[in-house]
């Protein structure tokens, strides 16, 4: 089967081998009402409502939706607009922490019994992709299609990035367990856990959990980047292609991030629902590099200090990876559902972007077969008709184009702003 295209990238796994650490409670959290993808929940909770860990203080009742839950007990302080790195505009609830830590009534291990029960579950749970992406996870496991085969997501391609890597070392019962569970309640036969082959210890442990269980394959992808993206991952785990417009589901196929399935593995167990992300800090202003664990609705600003940030000579806060993360505007924004890496910056190159030299090098790499120069000519004088016909709505911002593009041309924004464009037509 023939390798898509992509980039080798250093990788820069600093964290590898740090040891999830507990950050302190915070005195206090924001949690904002949509930290997925899909429909912003409303507070279930008013000024003045003492709230407990695990009781859910968000909800919507459209099915494209994850409710929020409070990491914390204590008071709520205050309901406010909450703007969010993208821009998208939303309530928060504000909590003042008890310092308890009191577990609310509503936490308990969900009765599933069948299908509908099961998915239910998954839904009040809070799921969501902790890959970053946030794609509610009830969602994506409602699908009425035949699906053959359930692939887990551990590649985790992006450079600094280990968070999913740790939950690997630490957790691989519940990601076996949680992959048991899956293909149980939805009558899937068969599992792909697909990790990059600069995972070696992890590759070689669950080659030995699974050894004796010929439903789950234990997938070595090549450590190009972006073997982490969707579409990438299901054609280098079993050759079957999404073409645009269609949905994995189509293929038969499901791809759930790692870390997901080890949540879902515990919720089931103990019904606390998603309410902390494992983060990775790194970037050459932290002094201490680590993962940690943190509350969600927990400033930046404390996790930033928590690692020793310098935060003096901070000049960038990226959220996520360099190649597909987002800028951070403020450092007191809250921890989300899916954060899952913060890079603080205290110096980097700024490149000035010059005129395209047709030298063809993002056609080269990118795994989907577009030709970025084009479109970003396209996009310029607006021809939609031309940007259709280039298919940039494939395009999955994996930033690939801009990073080996020789003029310094910004050609994965490009992408973005023309697939605007055309839904705005």
Do not use: W
């Amino acid at each position: 089967m023939k390798k898509l295209k992509g980039i080798r990238l250093k990788h820069r796994k600093n964290t590898e081998n740090s040891v999830t650490t507990e950050l302190p409670l915070p005195a206090e959290v924001t949690i904002p009402m949509s930290m997925t993808m899909g429909k912003f929940c409303q507070p279930l909770v008013k000024v003045g409502d003492e709230v407990r860990v695990g009781q859910k203080i968000g909800d919507c009742p459209e099915m494209f939706s994850a409710p929020v839950h409070s990491g914390v007990s204590g008071k709520v302080k205050l309901l406010k607009d909450y703007i969010a790195a993208n821009g998208a505009v939303c309530k928060a609830v504000v909590i003042e922490t008890d310092g308890l830590q009191t577990v609310s009534e509503e936490v308990k291990k969900p009765v599933v019994s069948d299908r509908e029960s099961f998915l239910n579950a998954v839904r009040e749970s809070g799921a969501c992709g902790l890959g970053g992406a946030g794609f509610p996870t009830h969602m994506k496991l409602s699908t009425k299609s035949p699906i053959d085969t359930l692939i887990v997501n551990a590649a985790e391609c992006e450079p600094y990035i280990t968070a999913d890597y740790r939950e690997m070392m630490e957790f691989p019962d519940d990601i076996i367990g949680g992959i048991n569970m899956i293909k149980t309640q939805l009558g899937i036969k068969n599992a792909k856990l697909a990790i990059e082959a600069n995972k070696p210890e992890a590759i070689n442990n669950f080659i030995k959990m699974a050894e004796n269980d010929d439903t789950i394959d234990i997938v070595t992808l090549p450590s190009v980047y972006p073997q982490g993206a969707e579409k990438i991952i299901i054609y280098n785990s079993t050759g079957r292609v999404v073409r645009e417009g269609e949905f994995p589901s189509d293929k038969g196929v499901i791809v759930i991030n790692v870390s997901t399935v080890a949540f879902l593995y515990r919720y089931m167990q103990n019904g606390m629902p998603l309410v902390k992300r494992r983060i990775t800090v790194d970037g050459n202003a932290v002094g201490e590099p680590k993962n940690v664990s943190a509350i969600i609705g927990t400033p930046f600003r404390e996790v930033l200090e928590f690692c020793k940030t310098d935060m003096d000579a901070l000049i960038k806060l990226i959220g996520g990876g360099p190649m597909m993360g987002m800028s951070i505007p403020d450092i007191d924004m809250p921890v989300v559902k899916t954060s899952n890496a913060l890079l603080a910056v205290k110096s980097y190159d700024i490149r000035k972007p010059s005129n395209c030299i047709r030298c063809g090098r993002c056609v080269r790499v990118c795994s989907l077969g577009l030709i970025p120069a084009d479109i970003d000519r396209a996009y310029r004088i607006r021809n939609i008709e031309e940007l259709k016909k280039l298919n940039v709505s494939l395009c999955m911002n994996c930033g690939s184009c801009t990073f080996v593009c020789p003029a310094n041309r910004k050609l994965a924004e490009t992408n973005q702003l023309a697939k605007a464009l055309i839904r705005g037509k």
